[in-house]
């Protein structure tokens, strides 16, 4: 059975009701859902992820115990030999989950690095994402190294430069599409 990592930018606190059907339908088809424990989408999609009684959740996180966990779910706590609150300790937990996911299911403020970090992870591996781009209320599929391309151009300027200074963006965009297709940031 697939397992879906659903995560999303920590500045985002309300789902959007087309993010919520698609959390819907995976809890319809029973498949097993994976989640972080930040504060922000992550938290509140443990909310929806609860008041739907999703049955296969598992809440994953870096510390001794998780920041959320709305449902008292089973939790997977995954070691990091970062420094405590980094954001290299808390992305250990999002490797982990684009390993054990087949699949992911992003709400991204076309800013939030981390939530990009978690696309590329899945992309790196083979995996699809389907990622929701709030401000503009749509869905972008990301399947192929190409498909980066398009998920970046949702992006400012400044969020560009923002996120090759902390994740390398450009790097990884041209590593994953080609050095025909390199991007100025």
Not at 65 to 90: H, I, M, Y
Not at 153 to 169: N, P, V
């Amino acid at each position: 059975m697939k397992t879906v990592f659903i995560a999303g930018s920590i500045k985002i606190k309300r789902l959007h009701p087309l993010f919520v059907d698609r959390i819907t339908n995976i809890i319809r088809e029973g498949l097993p859902i994976i989640v972080g424990d930040a504060n922000g989408a992550d938290a509140s999609i443990q909310a929806e992820l609860l008041s739907q009684s999703a049955p296969d959740v598992t809440v994953y996180c870096t510390g001794r115990q998780p920041r959320n966990n709305l449902g008292d779910w089973p939790v997977q706590r995954v070691k990091s030999s970062a420094e405590p609150g980094t954001r290299a300790f808390f992305t250990a937990k999002d490797i982990e989950m684009a390993s054990k996911a087949e699949f992911g299911l992003m709400l991204w403020d076309a800013a939030s690095t981390g939530t990009l970090s978690n696309v590329f992870e899945l992309l790196s591996r083979g995996k699809k994402s389907v990622v929701f781009v709030n401000r503009d209320a749509r869905f972008q599929n990301v399947k192929e190294n190409e498909d980066i391309l398009d998920l970046v151009s949702f992006m400012s300027e400044g969020a560009r430069r923002t996120a090759d200074r902390k994740i390398r963006l450009g790097e990884k965009v041209s590593m994953l599409a080609g050095s025909q297709s390199r991007m100025a940031f």
